[in-house]
């Protein structure tokens, strides 16, 4: 199923020791670039986070939020529990450098307090804040891919749309290409008239077919209904399939482009010109497909 690389999902949790919340953040990006925000307690979880994001996502720079907000409450007595020999390390090495730098300043207390592990969690608090994360950020990653389906649906459809006006247009070439050499004819046959003069009609038929050669796009059609129909083919695969859509735009262009320089008629110029608009407006919206 089609997937676009832009969405967003939240998930909040309330427990009695705090609120626990995963935001979650997808752009467009060539590869995947994970980025995890993590509490210093929750660090430890990182690997087993990006392994589980990988199975789910492909492409798009993701970021990954977690935040813990502690819950205070008056009737909560429960003393700070430090790990005074790791604070007493800290505090020497603040010395020791001091007398090497006299101009840098000593830490706060609250500094101090901010050092990892000079307080000691409650392990048992840490461990069920590790499984409430764990568990948050699987349904905050599942809502996210629903986002990714939903909105990727979306672009399939406007890609769709776009592809169908364009396959449009090379009918209509395929026609004004029969129809030229008759007109081309005709008014290169009026303008004999007009300066009654006589031509030969071998020399007139030989005018008609350098014309024919020079507009002759039957090639270039082919392939750009031949990329048009591989569009179809991949928009319906699953996976991440916006390389293989960006690789068929630029074909696409190309194609026409090479339409545009062998026109010789005002409705080939005008043609040429709208299917590049097109391309270019599903070309934008590839750049959002994972």
């Known amino acids: 199923m089609i997937r676009s690389m832009t969405a967003f999902s939240r ?10 919340i995963w935001e979650l953040r997808s752009v467009n990006h060539r590869y995947l670039e994970p980025l995890f925000r993590l509490p210093d307690s929750m660090r430890a979880l990182e690997p087993k986070l990006r392994e589980k994001l990988r199975q789910f996502c492909h492409r798009g720079k993701i970021e990954c939020q977690l935040r813990l907000v502690a819950a205070h409450q008056a009737h909560d007595s ?8 790791l604070a007493n390390q800290v ?31 409650d392990t048992v608090r840490v461990e ?17 891919v629903e986002t990714r389906q939903r909105e990727g649906q979306q672009l399939g459809r406007l ?9 449009q247009h090379t009918t209509s070439l395929d026609v004004a290409v029969v129809d030229l ?11 004999i008239a007009e300066m009654a003069v006589q031509i030969n009609e071998d020399r007139l038929a030989q005018e008609i077919a350098i014309l024919a ?38 074909e696409l262009n190309r194609e026409v482009n090479t339409l545009s320089a062998k026109s010789v008629d005002v409705q080939f110029n005008q043609s040429a010109v709208e299917m590049k ?9 590839v750049q959002n497909i994972e």
């Open 128 to 144: 069920e804040q590790k499984q409430l994360a764990l568990t948050g950020f699987e349904t905050a990653l599942a809502h996210l």
């Open 181 to 191: 050499t008759k007109r081309y004819r005709k008014i290169l046959q009026d303008r």
């Open 11 to 20: 998930e909040e949790y309330q427990t009695e020791w705090g609120i626990l």
């Open 277 to 285: 608009v097109l391309i270019e407006q599903m070309r934008e919206q």
């Open 159 to 167: 890609i769709s749309d776009r592809l169908d006006q364009l396959l």
């Open 91 to 121: 505090i020497q090495a603040c010395l020791q450098l001091r007398s090497q730098l006299p101009e840098a300043s000593l830490p706060s207390t609250l500094d101090l307090l901010r050092w990892p592990g000079v307080i000691i969690e």
């Open 78 to 85: 429960s003393p700070i529990q430090l790990d005074q020999p």
């Open 213 to 250: 050669q020079k507009a002759d796009i039957a090639e270039e059609i082919d392939r750009i209904k031949a990329h048009g129909q591989e569009v179809q083919r991949v928009i319906k695969q699953k996976g991440a399939i916006g390389r293989r859509l960006d690789f068929l735009m630029q």
